[in-house]
């Protein structure tokens, strides 16, 4: 979710800090949905607007498909996939031995962040391996990508009889986790932007002016943390929560 380096166009070092911003509002939205999540899952508050309904489906995949387009935007800005991809999964491991240990809700198996780990480790292959393929057939390529992200999309929903795969997108019988995103479909996402991306690094275009400029300075600081807040949010919540309901 955070990158130390965004620039502008190739060779700068300006930062974006539009795209700071956004990655901040995503923040801000997946703290609040979370808390939402808490107070009617764990605490028993009764919000039927949250519970049932269409809002907490479009409210999730709101904060979920702007963290992993962002995350695919950014490998053509990034100064290391590898690194980035690296860091992600750390996170992700830290993660699942956290919820694991604490029990409060179901663990948390191959969500968002191994998501973003897993699809940024594969992009980083796949622009090493075929560089010139990416490039020129770019456009194509992320149409397709759109297509099978939607043709794909409820393949994770449904149990298959082979374990071990959930990690892909087949979840076996007994597979249960907290957030769950795998490769498949968000892979198709993800890869959509990258290329998306590598066509405006390609067309050396720089980005428009009013992106390099501190519109929301509280939204760009949270962007730019936004894995270090992903990481402590949801104690700091249950604190929080555990103190409002003692």
């Not at 605490?43 to 607007?49: A, E, F, K, R, T």
Request: charged fraction near 15%; charge should be positive.
């Amino acid at each position: 979710m955070m990158d130390r380096h965004e620039d502008g166009k190739p060779g700068s070092r300006k930062r974006l800090h539009a795209l700071d911003e956004l990655r901040g509002a995503a923040v801000l939205s997946m703290v609040a949905f979370h808390a939402a999540y808490d107070l009617a899952y764990l605490y028993g508050v009764d919000m039927p607007l949250f519970t049932t309904g269409w809002i907490q489906e479009l409210w999730r995949v709101s904060i979920s498909w702007t963290f992993l387009a962002l995350a695919g935007w950014m490998t053509s800005l990034s100064r290391s996939n590898l690194r980035r991809g690296c860091q992600y999964a750390a996170m992700a491991v830290a993660i699942w031995i956290a919820t694991s240990w604490a029990a409060v809700d179901t663990p948390i198996s191959f969500g968002i962040i191994y998501c973003m780990a897993a699809c940024t480790l594969l992009w980083w292959c796949l622009e090493h391996a075929f560089p010139q393929a990416l490039t020129r057939w770019r456009v194509p390529a992320a149409f397709l990508c759109v297509v099978l992200f939607g043709v794909l999309y409820q393949v994770p929903r449904s149990r298959y009889a082979v374990g071990g795969l959930a990690w892909l997108g087949f979840p076996g019988p007994g597979f249960s986790s907290g957030d769950y995103y795998p490769l498949v479909p968000f892979f198709f996402l993800y890869a959509a932007s990258a290329l998306t991306a590598r066509g405006w690094a390609q067309s050396h275009r720089a980005y428009p002016r009013w992106m390099y400029g501190r519109h929301v300075p509280a939204l760009a600081w949270l962007g730019r943390h936004a894995l270090v807040i992903y990481a402590v949010h949801q104690v700091a919540i249950l604190l929080a929560l555990e103190i409002i309901f003692m």
